[in-house]
């Protein structure tokens, strides 16, 4: 049995990229200030780190599947180029109860703020949820958060390393 680890729950618009509101394609992501580096210094601390994101922009018709995997490969790409740092597993709810798109229209315990895409990726990896943590922009990050049973920090802008650092440490003492 693999031991058990930390891990960081991190929200995608807002936390990691500017959010310029349905972000579908590279030519529109703008990374967070200081989040590469986060990423990297969460690795360095051996979190496992996850991203978990609402992505109704695809049950809108805004962009596909095939688009948003796209820009996700992408983004751990232009990650490992910029800081070395690596996201160990993605996942991301397209359905929305009102969608346009009739394919996508239902409910989803994956949708923020139920905790599915948490708890799927605590039952695949090796998570410590005692000693994990999520970092959202938004109040349903937080509802995720405590829902899976993961201590949730709300991220308000700024720089996301200057946000991480000091939370990184309380577990660790680095």
């Known amino acids: 049995m693999k031991s058990l680890r930390p891990a960081l729950f991190l929200d995608r618009d807002g936390v990691l990229n500017h959010d310029h509101g349905y972000v579908g394609s590279p030519d529109r992501f703008d990374w967070i200030d200081g989040a590469p580096q986060a990423i990297r210094r969460a690795n360095d601390a051996g979190y496992l780190v996850f991203v978990v994101t609402n992505q109704s922009g695809v049950a809108r018709g805004f962009f596909d599947e095939a688009a948003f995997h796209g820009l996700m490969d992408h983004i751990r790409r232009d990650l490992d180029a910029r800081s070395g ?7 991301h709810c397209p ?24 708890i799927d990726l605590m039952q695949t990896w090796p998570v410590d949820a005692a000693r994990s943590l999520m970092v959202g922009d938004r109040e349903s990050d937080m509802q995720a958060a405590r829902a899976a049973g993961v201590a949730g920090h709300l991220f308000a802008g700024g ?3 200057t946000f991480l650092t000091p939370l990184l440490q309380q577990e660790f003492q680095i």
Not at 85 to 91: A, F, T
Not at 96 to 111: G, N, T
């Open 159 to 161: 720089n996301l390393e």
């Open 85 to 91: 740092g690596r996201i160990d597993d993605i996942r």
């Open 95 to 118: 359905w929305l109860p009102d969608a346009p798109l009739p394919q996508w229209r239902r409910d989803s315990d994956w949708r923020k703020p139920a905790a599915g895409m948490l």
